[in-house]
């Protein structure tokens, strides 16, 4: 079955601590994203990725790195650098021809990743 | 980046329509009108997508103004599966920088 997928759906550290949130996926998508979502509130945007070994700074990007080797995977670090890391992290990707818009395009979501930093 | 407007809330009874607006009043010509919703601790879904004309698919249907400042997701007969939060945001269809803005959407209630 194609979609995407993020591990774990739980995750706990301690203050301090580098943590990396993994997403997949395995639908061909150019694109990749990640979105932070605190408690009542909307989805902001971290980071995007159009393509291989290139992304962008989304909104708020402090505190936050990703990579993206390969187009299938679009890993999120949170930093011990990021002052308030507890919330709920998503990952979406797009179909995003070269040279296109994305406008056109729906965004999949994966389930979700919490974590909890005390 | 163009700003969608939505209810906080809204309520509905189980198998009657429901129209959820959305005024997105400084959209530019080349951004499209997406809806997505989430169900509690999960990922947002995708419901439907639009530029002028209206749409249907087997989820919703979406009504779009004719001026494109304003838009509506129809769902025909709502059940309790869809209560949700239910986002209206704007996604530009020319290539540059993918940056999309999600508000805090609509809650939508369900009534059995």
């Known amino acids: 079955d194609g979609g995407i997928t993020q591990s774990p759906k739980y995750l706990f550290r301690k203050e301090g601590q580098n943590v990396t949130l993994s997403c997949e996926q395995n639908?061909?998508?150019?694109?990749m994203y990640w979105y932070r979502q605190d408690p009542g509130q909307g989805l902001r945007l971290i980071y995007y990725?159009?393509?291989?070994?290139?992304?962008q700074k989304g909104d708020i990007a402090e505190g936050y790195s990703v990579s993206r080797e390969k187009k299938e995977s679009f890993p999120l670090t949170v930093t011990s650098a990021q002052k308030n890391p507890t919330a709920f992290y998503l990952c979406?990707?797009?179909?995003?021809?070269?040279?296109?818009?994305?406008?056109?395009?729906?965004?999949?979501f994966g389930p979700g990743t919490r974590l909890t930093v005390t | 980046d163009a700003k969608t407007t939505q209810p906080n809330s809204m309520e509905s009874n189980e198998e009657e329509p429901v129209h959820l607006p959305c005024n997105h009043s400084t959209i530019s010509g080349t951004d499209y009108i997406h809806w997505y919703r989430q169900l509690p601790s999960q990922g947002p879904e995708y419901v439907i997508h639009g530029l002028t004309s209206n749409v249907n698919n087997r989820m919703a249907s979406l009504a779009i103004a004719e001026d494109r400042k304003s838009s509506t997701l129809i769902l025909h007969r709502a059940t309790l599966r869809d209560a949700a939060v239910y986002y209206c945001i704007l996604r530009d269809r020319s290539p540059r920088y993918d940056k999309i803005i999600f508000g805090k959407g609509t809650r939508l209630h369900i009534l059995p």
């Open positions: 990725s159009q393509i291989v070994n290139d992304f």
């Open positions: 979406a990707s797009s179909f995003l021809p070269t040279g296109s818009g994305s406008g056109r395009y729906e965004q999949y």
């Open positions: 639908l061909n998508h150019d694109a």
